[in-house]
Each structure stands twice: as structure tokens, then as C-alpha cells.
């Protein structure tokens, strides 16, 4: 059964003949040491500098890619097509990209492997696609990467679907982990004020752009990170934030159908962006942090939301919206205690209206909620401070 992670030995790409910093296109020669390299045993390291390629790169089972922890190891794309790293077919342990600076490059998970991404940065993305498509089907780890998007080169940053392997087999996908991400538009302003212990990811923002390092311009998403499927999920410790210029329909957050969907201790920032979820079932928001954000609970596709929890999270300065109307009993319905709010924590900023937790009629599961339709003032287990 293919591992998360193994141990791997490191072959420098100056062994094949891969020299950082030339002009020309590097493609085939990375290619060709990929496919040299023992499976499930070795990794190609990229030592610091840049390296152009103009097409895709496939990774054998249980290779990968590393760069420099030191200096910047950057693989750098050409034109608006913006090539992808993804993996090749077959079955081995789990492919891994880490330590690398990715410039207008995606990367493209196309397997059921599992796949580590780990401590890179990615940004001048070109394309509107995903920087990250990750499909489940093994046990995949997003974890302390940052993702940028500049003015003028908006679009997605992570997409979670369906891997071909388990759509057609109808089996049960792995679990994906993303974890201890900054994405968007945070800075060292932001760490200060939330007093946020320092991560990787941080380092990593600081490493590019400086110590007193600002990305308020950096944060140009239609869509940060998004489910399409329903597949399990860890989404955990991740900072998000859109640029105060965007207003493409901005969505820091669209959870289609989740199902073992855990959103725990996440910062969401932005003045004009949404976090959304759609007919969830088993899911836990637990602990989270919804700055200016509109957070909605809806229904997809007349779909019932089921066994939701949602406990001890803070919004602050938007409505919490709840559409999902309680419908029925059993398994095909959204029942009285399918959607539960408990201990969440909703403030208003100055000279803003009250915050509301706005419920139809029919969806009033909570003794605190069934006082009258419409909008009404989050209550008791909930706290709500103007």
C-alpha cells in the first residue's frame, strides 16, 4: 500500500547535467532525471537558482521534486499557459515537492498517489486554473506553502475533486490534509494583531519578501480554496486573505458538498469576500476566525445538510446566512438537529449594524432562534457583542 511519506535519498540535478540559471528551456533535461531516478527511494534536488520550463512535468511514483532550503531554487513558467507539475502513471509510495519557488508553475495532481506539497511558494501565476488541483484519493499533505496571486493574474489558488481512480471504482477516497498555509493577501500586520505563533509559512513569506514583508497586494483570488467533491478533508491552522481591491466575485472559500469536511482554527480575512457551504454532511467548523467575511450555510442541488457542527468560531462584521430549510425526517432530509450553533462569538465593528444570523422560518432548529422569521439576533449558547 503506497506510504505518505518515506525516507528518500537526494540526487543533485548537477549529477545530470542541470545547470541553474541558464536561459533556455530545461523541460526535457528534468524530465529525463526524473525518469532515471530509483522509485520510491530517491528525490532530484534543484540547487539555488532559476530554471525556465515551458511544458509539463511528470513525477514517477514515488519521486519528487526538492529545492534549496537556503537560497531560492525557482522553476519559472512561460507565457499564459503556466505548465504544471503532476505525476505520471502508476502505483509506488507518494510523490513530493518541497522547498521550491514556483513561478507560474501549478501543480496538477493526476493519481490516486498520495502527493506531499510542502514549504513552497507560488505566485506570478499567469493562468486563471488552480495553482494547487489536488483529486483524493490517497492521503494527501498541503502543508506550509504560500500562495500568492498579483494584480491582473486572478483566479483559483486550491481545488479539491474526485481522482479518476475513485470516481470509476466508486471507492473511498483518503483523507486531504491542508494545513498551516498562508494564501492571499496576510501580512506581518496581520500576524501581530491575531498574535499568531510564527509557522513555517511565515518564514517562508519572510524569505521572499523581507522581515517587515506585506502582501497586501498578493491576495487577487476568484476562489482561495474550494471543494468540488465529497471527499474528506482536514483543512487546519491556514490564514486567508483577500486583497481590498479585489471585487471579482471574490470567494475565499466554496465547499461543495462536503462530506468529512474538519475546518478548525483557520483565519479568514477580507472586506468583500465569502466563505460558503453547500449541503455539508459530517462536517466540523470548529474554532475558526471569520474577519469581515459573509458566511452562508446553504443547500446544493437539494441536497440535505447533515450532522453539522459549528462551535466556537468568531464572525465578526458580516451575517452569518443559514438557507438550508429543515425539511423532514431520515436520511434524505435536513432534520431539526443537522445544523447546531454553539459557543460562537459574533462582534461588530464600529458604526456597523448589528451582526444577524439570518434563518427562514422553516430552517428555526434552536429554541434560542425560533423567536420570529427572518433576521434575528444571534442568542444564547452564542454570544453576540456590539
Not at 22 to 43: F, G, K, S, W, Y
Amino acid at each position: 500500500m503506497p506510504t505518505l511519506e518515506t525516507p528518500h535519498r537526494l540526487r543533485c540535478a548537477l549529477d545530470f547535467g542541470i545547470q541553474p540559471d541558464r536561459p533556455h528551456d530545461v523541460t526535457r533535461e528534468i524530465q529525463m532525471a526524473l525518469n532515471r531516478l530509483d522509485p520510491d527511494q530517491e528525490l532530484l534536488f534543484l540547487p539555488a537558482g532559476r530554471y525556465a520550463i515551458n511544458d509539463d512535468l511528470d513525477l514517477p511514483p514515488g519521486t519528487g521534486l526538492v529545492g534549496s532550503r537556503n537560497g531560492l531554487s525557482v522553476l519559472k513558467g512561460s507565457g499564459p499557459y503556466s505548465p504544471a507539475i503532476g505525476q505520471a502513471p502508476g502505483s509506488g509510495d507518494a510523490n513530493r515537492i518541497e522547498s521550491l519557488h514556483l513561478h507560474n508553475v501549478l501543480i496538477q495532481v493526476d493519481h490516486e498517489r498520495p502527493f506531499v506539497i510542502r514549504h513552497n511558494v507560488l505566485r506570478h501565476t499567469a493562468s486563471s486554473r488552480p495553482q494547487m488541483y489536488i483529486p483524493s484519493g490517497g492521503a494527501h499533505l498541503i502543508e506550509s506553502n504560500v500562495l500568492w496571486r498579483e494584480p491582473g493574474n486572478s483566479g483559483a489558488g486550491i481545488q479539491l475533486g474526485l481522482s479518476p481512480e475513485v470516481w470509476w471504482r466508486r471507492g473511498v477516497p483518503g483523507t486531504i490534509i491542508i494545513r498551516g498555509n498562508l494564501i492571499g493577501a496576510v501580512d506581518t500586520r496581520d500576524v501581530r494583531k491575531y498574535q499568531h505563533e510564527r509557522s513555517d509559512a511565515e518564514e517562508l513569506a519572510e524569505k521572499v519578501l523581507g522581515a517587515d514583508w506585506d502582501a497586501r497586494g498578493l491576495g487577487h483570488y476568484r476562489g482561495a480554496i474550494a471543494t468540488a467533491e465529497p471527499i474528506p478533508a482536514t483543512i487546519e491552522g491556514n490564514w486567508m486573505a483577500l486583497s481590498h481591491d479585489m471585487r471579482e466575485h471574490p470567494s475565499l472559500a466554496d465547499f461543495l458538498s462536503p462530506r468529512q469536511l474538519q475546518l478548525q482554527r483557520n483565519l479568514f480575512l477580507g472586506e468583500h469576500g465569502t466563505v460558503t457551504f453547500r449541503s455539508p454532511v459530517e462536517t466540523q467548523v470548529r474554532g475558526n476566525v471569520f474577519n469581515g467575511i459573509s458566511v452562508s450555510f446553504g443547500s446544493f442541488d437539494s441536497a440535505p445538510t447533515k450532522l453539522t457542527q459549528v462551535e466556537d468560531n468568531w464572525f465578526r462584521g458580516f451575517p452569518v446566512r443559514v438557507v438550508s430549510a429543515v425539511n423532514g425526517a431520515g436520511a434524505e432530509h435536513t432534520t431539526p438537529d443537522d445544523l447546531v450553533f454553539t459557543k460562537n462569538l459574533v462582534t461588530d465593528p464600529p458604526r456597523m449594524p448589528p451582526v444577524r444570523l439570518r434563518v427562514p422560518h422553516a430552517a428555526s432548529r434552536d429554541q434560542e432562534f425560533q423567536r420570529r422569521a427572518g433576521e434575528i439576533p444571534l442568542g444564547l449558547p452564542n454570544r453576540h457583542l456590539g
